[in-house]
């Protein structure tokens, strides 16, 4: 269907129409869709269009490869988390083993994603690196894609670049490695209360209570299942803290926050925070 075939047709087909696709793919299911060919009086392809209720692709030929389109709604992308996006577009070429993504826009929630890929294939691996913005995305939809354990509100906007590779396509982000930038406005961490924690301390360490915020910023580098916050900054009306956080593996926390109540000419408490426990249950002593 991509080339043209040499010599007469013996028989001239322009257009086919197929219903209720069923596509065994090994490793990733692909749901039952429609499709939709046209070919040119060569018999080569001029463009194809396959669809499902939430999803629709358009393949068109050019030169040196192949121009896809992708337009989806309430649709959850075949690998990587289990994101669902309000909407999405996505335009790219695919030219032998390679891909490249161009253009993604896409919305969860009030959130705006834009950003663009790159991926390779061969030798029996599979490479894929990108990069993406996120803009007033509400951080507890997000979240809840990540982890029902630590739940978090606020607007957030963000910056992130990432890179993966698997030999096999459904482990691609099993293990990925990821940057990003992020500041958060007007939200709320639960399970966490920084000012108890430096004006009542406890010899055990405090659990339980929330810090409500108005921005939180700082850089997260995630790499082997571990995460690292580095550089945050947080501001809460009268109340300051900086510091660092790693998450690992399992989910345990480690790192230390220093955080003060007050104005620039009184200081109401400061104290010197340890971060341990795990996402269900953080500890500040």
């Given amino acids: 269907w991509v080339k043209a075939q040499p010599g007469a ?6 257009r086919i129409e197929m219903r209720n696709v069923r596509l065994a793919v090994k490793e990733i299911e692909v749901p039952t869709f429609n499709g939709e060919v046209t070919l040119g009086p060569d018999g080569a392809l ?4 396959l669809s499902t209720p939430k999803v629709r692709v358009d393949l068109t030929p050019r030169e040196p490869g192949l121009r896809v389109a992708l337009e989806a709604a309430g649709w959850k992308l075949p690998i990587g988390p289990a994101v669902e996006f309000d909407d999405l577009n ?6 032998g083993q390679q891909a490249s993504i ?7 929630g009030r959130g705006v994603i834009k950003g ?5 294939w061969s030798d029996g691996n599979i490479r894929m690196e990108g990069d993406f913005s996120v803009a007033n995305g509400e951080l507890a939809v997000m979240l809840a894609d990540f982890t029902r354990d630590f739940t978090a509100t606020g607007t957030l906007h963000a910056n992130v670049t990432y890179a993966a590779q698997s030999p096999k396509l459904q482990s691609l982000f099993t293990q990925p490695a990821v940057e990003a930038t992020f500041n958060i406005e007007k939200g709320v961490i639960n399970n966490i209360d920084i000012v108890r924690a430096i004006q009542s301390p406890v010899r055990d360490g405090l659990r339980g209570g929330k810090t409500g915020f108005n921005t939180l910023a700082g850089s997260m580098r995630l790499a082997n299942h571990s995460y690292a916050y580095r550089q945050l900054q947080l501001s809460s009306g009268p109340m300051r803290a900086s510091g660092s956080v790693d998450i690992g593996p399992d989910g345990e926390l480690s790192g230390r926050i220093s955080a003060e109540l007050g104005s620039k000419s009184v200081i109401v408490a400061r104290g010197n925070l340890a971060v341990t426990g795990n996402l269900k249950t953080p500890v500040l002593k």
Avoid at 102 to 108: M, R
Wanted: charged share 25%; hydrophobic share 45%.
């Fill in 46 to 49: 001029q463009r194809a269009s």
């Fill in 102 to 108: 161009t253009a993604i826009s896409g919305k969860i």
């Fill in 90 to 95: 996505m335009e790219g070429t695919i030219d």
């Fill in 116 to 120: 663009s890929a790159r991926a390779a």
């Fill in 9 to 14: 047709l013996p028989v001239d087909v322009r």
